[in-house]
């Protein structure tokens, strides 16, 4: 079985600072890899993904992720964040094949003015 | 990417009673789940609604208490059945594309408050 970390359960961060939000994962098997953000009062909105290929992925709302296979770790990174930025972010692994994600328990990333 | 949309979008109910959530897909899909987020907490799969079959449950969610429909490629329902307090949570519903089957995409959530 699969598990997800974040380790991290709030990120305080100031706006137009950057940041990094944590994913490690365990697997026996290959998996792809997903963040998701979750506003408040709303639903999961995927971010961004990793199937194969290049390693650096380029989400939306200007966020990148990079899958790192020896570290097991899919880090959510941004340079320069914005007040709206300010929600829950979710890690999930996918075994291949399999439609179902494990999810970890979330990051609160909260941006101050 | 399916656009997944849920009625109602909240409720608060009393105790003892039943709610039935709606989810409609903008497009026809292979799979659709339905999920629940306790307060501040990450989300737990309910079940996985097939098509014209009995819904797959896992571990700690039976039918009679979480009854699922799947009519359709397109449309779902879950029913919360003889709600308790400790049912108020989000519901969300998710779908995987027949073009895309990497990725869920999941509805907007319906926030159930249970007095």
């Known amino acids: 079985a699969q598990s997800v970390t974040q380790l991290d359960s709030q990120v305080p961060v100031f706006e137009e600072a950057p940041v990094e939000l944590r994913c490690n994962y365990s697997?026996?098997?290959?998996?792809?890899l997903f963040w998701y953000v979750q506003y408040p009062n709303q639903g999961l909105q995927l971010l961004l993904k990793?199937?194969?290929?290049?390693?650096l992925v380029k989400g939306i709302n200007g966020f990148e992720a990079e899958f790192n296979k020896s570290q097991t770790s899919f880090h959510l990174r941004k340079p320069s964040v914005h007040i709206s930025d300010t929600a829950e972010y979710f890690c999930?692994?996918?075994?291949?094949?399999?439609?179902?994600?494990?999810f970890g328990r979330g990051t609160s990333l909260i941006v101050h003015p | 990417s399916a656009v997944i949309s849920q009625k109602p979008s909240r409720d608060i109910c009393q105790r003892g009673t039943s709610l039935t959530i709606q989810c409609q897909v903008d497009?026809?899909?292979?799979?659709m789940f339905w999920y629940r987020q306790q307060p501040g907490q990450s989300l737990t799969l309910i079940a996985t609604?097939?098509?014209?079959?009995?819904?797959?449950?896992e571990s700690g969610f039976v039918i009679d208490k979480f009854p699922i429909s799947r009519p359709n490629l397109t449309f779902s329902t879950l029913t919360v059945s003889n709600m308790s307090p400790e049912d108020s949570s989000i519901y969300l519903c998710?779908?995987?594309?027949?073009?895309?089957?990497?990725?869920?995409?999941f509805g907007p959530g319906t926030r159930l408050t249970v007095l």
């Open positions: 998710s779908a995987v594309g027949l073009a895309v089957t990497d990725t869920q995409y």
């Open positions: 697997s026996s098997v290959s998996v792809y």
């Open positions: 990793y199937l194969s290929g290049s390693t």
């Open positions: 999930a692994v996918t075994v291949r094949g399999s439609y179902i994600p494990t």
């Open positions: 497009s026809q899909v292979t799979m």
């Open positions: 609604a097939n098509q014209g079959s009995e819904a797959t449950y």
